[in-house]
């Protein structure tokens, strides 16, 4: 166990501030990539080192399981074993379970993981049609219901206000919210929000149990407090009594999830609440480089002096200073249209890659979900490995799951098998369920499936990598088996596509935000002022996942020839102004790339909108104007590359950039350096021996 001096050092001194206050209410104000984290599990492991607090009574709550057991495990490196560190509902679901047979009595109900099924049953027992993506829009308006204690009686009363989901009205969604409970109360089954209504009716009513939980927690730390939620908040009282040993961590400016109940009013009312209460700030932003933490910064303060009379409550946000040594400036992009963009993303992150970065290093980022599919196709065609974040959970994935009993199995008869050896065991596996050496090229289920396959096999390999021959099959599924009893996922490989709603407390080296247009950011049904700023604040969300570059682009029409009737998103007229501050240097405004042209064939002059078509600049249907002997030369230099290299062939060049290569025939450097798929680094390495290969 580290000593109490060993735990504080490294801390800034706001951080060692927030570590050294034990007792007694505080409020942490804490601003993306300032080192929350690092503060909140250091105070705990400080109170525990010094003895103030016994690890027992702590209990630690955030809103992601992959939150909570990243805050467990740096306890755990801290030496602050026995601390509690889970989400509301699972620290909900433990006590709910231990007190139910005393409480109620009879048997537990069973949880209802997913709502949609029991939705759709209740809209087809009344008669309702409706399709998957507005029972997703039903059961987000039920959980707002019950995350703000509503029942079907008083939604109806409260909710007039609410935008009901498409082709639905306050009476239909009234009636099919009681269809859903009666449903749950006839099968006996409850849902999280029941978890947390149920034990908040218990604490209230059992004074007992009530003071059974206060003695086994006295101390509680929040964080994310800016997304609880009138139920949570409740429950949080609840659990404290007429104690004030509670740390809260938040930022308002980072309050994105409102359509869930979520509210910053308990953060910002918190000194009314405690009077008494200690307020800290952590403004050191150690994730991202200056140039973007002045963009996060100029977004914020954008905001116009308009808006503030119809929004009395308006936090001053926390203005970040970047203690990262200065990056690459930010780079914007318009396109005609969203293929043109899904390639110009593709282009980019190819260029990554070749330079030497990880995939798993870089992300896109959209508004929307239906936004990833031309993304998800594009990189697929580019041969970039990508997985889809805030899809379905990892561990309740089929593969995973058979993955997981193929490799309980095979563990039985695997005596001696050890360290590198397990790998290899590993991979023989699940080669069964659709693992390969090399990533599928196509986009969807089969790619997804490969992802979470080899996701299995990469956490494999860094156990091996840490713990050495003490690795075995039993240690490999006992690591899965921990990870999915806290749906801990393990880190994918390749480039990640996710909503910028799933990206929240993510961070990535390189970020693509795609889509930037009015419409989709802000949302087009952001039509008041505090939806727009909501929308705002997103946008800071994306902008301040990135660490070191940091991209943006936008579409003017959907399709090629299509109108380009999109304009960019207004948050972009902030960002990309140059502001010039006392005692400083004006800085550059952001290079915008030139805005990309239709492309045609240049043989029957048709519109190309696929990815290797553009490359080429001709139409699969018009026959190839190469040498056959010159492209078969390209093709076998590739393979002598690939295989001295140890990489795929595509790595190299795909074999659409050796086409145009081999079409256009260039006779200099600059020539071929002006071609589609021929980027500075690949332009670097290989540019001279090409040439030598055209020559000849």
């Not at 409102?258 to 800290?280: E, K, M, N, W």
């Not at 090229?441 to 089969?446: E, K, L, N, P």
């Not at 290079?591 to 290797?612: D, F, H, I, M, Q």
């Amino acid at each position: 166990m580290q000593t109490p001096d060993e735990i504080l050092a490294g801390l800034d001194a706001e951080q060692r501030q927030a570590a050294t206050t034990l007792s007694g209410p505080v409020r942490i104000l804490a601003g993306a990539g300032t080192g929350k984290t690092r503060a909140i599990t250091h105070r705990i492991a400080y109170g525990v080192a010094t003895g103030v607090y016994n690890p027992y009574n702590v209990l630690a709550v955030t809103f992601t399981a992959r939150a909570a057991a990243e805050m467990r495990a740096r306890l755990r490196d801290l030496g602050a074993h026995g601390v509690q560190a889970k989400t509301f509902h699972a620290a909900a679901l433990a006590q709910l379970q231990y007190f139910w047979q005393h409480a109620v009595g009879g048997d537990t109900p069973r949880l209802v993981e997913y709502k949609t099924h029991l939705i759709m049953e209740a809209a087809q027992r009344l008669r309702m049609s409706t399709d998957k993506a507005t029972i997703r829009d039903l059961a987000g308006e039920i959980e707002w219901a019950k995350f703000n204690m509503l029942t079907p009686q008083t939604y109806q009363q409260q909710a007039s206000h609410r935008t009901m989901p498409s082709g639905w009205d306050l009476v239909a969604v009234t009636r099919l919210f009681q269809g859903y409970e009666d449903l749950k109360s006839d099968r006996s089954l409850i849902d999280f929000e029941d978890v947390l209504l149920i034990l908040v009716g218990i604490l209230e009513s059992e004074p007992r149990i009530a003071a059974t939980v206060r003695n086994q927690y006295r101390v509680f730390l929040v964080d994310e407090f800016q997304d609880v939620s009138p139920l949570q908040y409740r429950l949080l009282k609840a659990w404290l009594g007429d104690r004030d040993d509670l740390c809260v961590v938040g930022d308002t400016s980072q309050t994105i999830y409102s359509f869930t109940g979520a509210t910053s009013d308990y953060l910002l009312d918190f000194g009314q609440q405690f009077p008494h209460a200690t307020q800290i700030k952590l403004i050191r932003d150690y994730r991202s480089t200056p140039q973007i933490v002045d963009l996060a910064n100029r977004l914020l303060q954008e905001r116009t002096k308009s808006d503030r009379p119809s929004m009395p409550r308006w936090p001053e946000p926390l203005e970040l200073i970047s203690q990262r040594e200065a990056g690459p400036e930010p780079v914007f992009a318009e396109c005609s249209h969203e293929q043109v963009e899904a390639e110009w993303v593709a282009g980019q992150i190819k260029e990554l890659l070749a330079a030497g970065h990880k995939g798993s290093d870089i992300a896109i980022l959209f508004r929307t979900n239906a936004q990833s599919a031309v993304f998800e196709q594009q990189l697929s065609d580019a041969g970039i490995s990508y997985q889809v974040r805030g899809a379905e959970r990892f561990f309740n994935r089929r593969e995973v799951r058979d993955g997981i009993l193929q490799l309980r199995a095979a563990a039985k008869s695997a005596d001696g098998v050890a360290g590198a050896e397990v790998i290899n065991r590993i991979k023989d596996v699940l080669a069964s369920l659709g693992y390969t050496a090399q990533a599928p090229q196509q986009s969807g289920a089969v790619r997804e499936r490969w992802e979470s396959l080899n996701a299995i096999v990469n956490l494999a390999q860094d156990l091996v990598a840490a713990r050495g021959d003490q690795v075995t099959l039993d240690v490999v599924v006992a690591e899965l088996d921990e990870r999915a009893s806290h749906q801990h996922a393990p880190v994918m490989d390749g480039v990640s596509l996710a909503s910028i709603h799933s990206a929240k407390g993510l961070e990535w080296d390189s970020v693509f935000l795609v889509g930037v247009t009015e419409g989709l950011l802000p949302i087009s049904f952001a039509t008041e002022d505090k939806n727009v700023d909501e929308e705002r604040r997103l946008f800071y969300v994306g902008i301040t996942r990135a660490k070191t570059r940091l991209y943006f682009s936008w579409a003017l029409s959907r399709s090629a020839g299509g109108r380009a009737s999109r304009r960019p998103s207004r948050f972009l007229q902030a960002i990309r102004t140059t502001t010039t501050k006392a005692g400083t240097e004006s800085e550059p405004r952001a290079k915008r790339p030139s805005r990309a042209k239709v492309a045609k064939c240049r043989t029957c002059g048709v519109v190309l909108t696929a990815g290797g078509e553009r490359k080429i600049g001709r139409c699969d249907d018009c026959p190839p104007t190469y040498d056959p002997a010159t492209f078969e030369k390209l093709v076998s230099w590739r393979k002598d590359i690939s295989t001295a290299d140890k990489v795929p062939a595509f790595v190299v060049f795909t074999d659409a950039t050796l086409v145009a290569i081999a079409e256009n025939l260039p006779t200099d450097l600059k020539q071929l350096r002006q071609l589609p798929g021929v980027g500075p680094k690949k332009f670097e390495r290989y540019g001279t021996e090409v040439l030598a290969i055209l020559s000849s």
